[in-house]
């Protein structure tokens, strides 16, 4: 799941497209809203209320009764949808594979590239300091 939340909605409907979807009914119609984020002092501390984010989620069920559900940050409805079709699908005994392979493999992959193309950039701006000491006498 946390593969189909970072990746962006145009990819995954383009992986979509080579599979044959099966049908499929919305149980919970594509909606956004706000959930409350909360943090916590020094990490560990007491929670506070940090401020509000949107969210998108949905829900489907498939035509052979799995039931999947979407959920992304921000207001991508879409991609709210994609995600619960790939989680319904991916709990299918007859498309799990097909989904684990066309779909989320390559997205992960490219998740990957894109992570260590970033890591990369910023190892070649990294600056190494060394301390030098001055003798004394």
Do not use: W
Not at 63 to 74: A, D, N, P, Q
Not at 118 to 132: I, K, M, Q
């Amino acid at each position: 799941m946390a593969v189909l939340a970072h990746a962006e909605a145009t990819d995954i409907a383009c992986y979509l497209e080579a599979i044959a979807l099966p049908a499929h009914e919305d149980l919970r119609e594509p909606e956004n809203g706000l959930v409350m984020v909360r943090g916590r002092v020094g990490g560990d501390g007491a929670p506070f209320n940090l401020g509000e984010a949107t969210v998108s989620r949905a829900a489907v069920r498939l035509s052979t009764g799995e039931v999947g559900f979407g959920y992304t940050l921000g207001r991508n409805r879409h991609k709210a949808k994609l995600i619960a079709l790939c989680d319904a699908m991916v709990q299918s005994d007859e498309f799990a594979a097909t989904v684990e392979a066309g779909v989320i493999a390559p997205l992960r992959a490219a998740t990957i590239e894109k992570r260590n193309r970033r890591s990369a950039e910023a190892a070649a701006t990294r600056v190494d300091f060394y301390t030098l000491v001055r003798g004394e006498g």
